[in-house]
Structures are given as structure tokens and as C-alpha cells.
């Protein structure tokens, strides 16, 4: 099979120790080996409300699918370039946006895929 890449936008929510809001995110898709699929997932979420809400490296997203997917800041701060790693939380000098990541190797099939990450239906998959 051709390995392919596709994005597409969902909306869904973040869940950060109980409380939730909505939230856009990214999935990027490419063909994995066999039938399986790499998903990459990316969004952005207000700095000042992640801290508020006790964030400190990880958050759970819940994507348009209902799947709850946990996405992770990767420590790096950006506004200054330097990794500040201070147990893995957010430095409240950061960025005023926070980029939280996942990575998704669970689909092995179109059908597991179209079910967890509706938002990619119509994206050319296939």
C-alpha cells in the first residue's frame, strides 16, 4: 500500500484533572507498516487556563470520536528556546499558548480508524 499523508481538523475537549473544555485540534495520518496507521495529534490550549486547572505535564483530550486520547507538553518552553524541565511542569513564564502532542498507533484498520478519528472521513483515506 502507498504510504500517504492527510490532516485533518477535529473538535473536541480537553480534560485537565476533571475540567473540561472544548478544544480544535490536528490529526495527521500516515500509513504505517501493513495495515496499520501512525496518528500524530496536536493542539493548542490557553496557558493560564492549563495552570489554573493544576496542569503540570499531561491532559487528556477527547476527540470529536469520543475517544479520550492523553496528550502531553513536551517541557520544552519556547519563549526562550531552553528545555526546562522542573519535574515535567509548565513554567508559568511559557508561551501564552501550550502545544500538547499524542502519538497513536492503535488503528490497524480503516473501520478502527473512521470510528476513533471521525474527522478524517472525506480526508482521502483509502
Known sequence: MENYSVKADGNGAIDVNGQVSPVTYTVSLRQGKGQ????????MAPRDWLLQRGFERDAV??????????????GVN????????????LDPVAAISIELTARDNS????????????????????
Do not use: T, W
Request: proline share 4%; glycine share 12%.
Open 36 to 43: 496499520s496507521y501512525e496518528i500524530d495529534i496536536r493542539l
Open 61 to 74: 483530550l477527547v476527540s470529536q470520536g469520543g475517544a479520550r486520547i492523553p496528550v502531553y507538553h513536551d
Open 78 to 89: 519556547h519563549h526562550d528556546g531552553v528545555n526546562h524541565h522542573d519535574k515535567g511542569r
Open 107 to 126: 488503528c490497524i484498520s480503516e473501520d478502527d480508524l473512521m470510528r476513533k478519528f471521525p474527522e478524517l472521513d472525506g480526508a482521502g483515506i483509502g
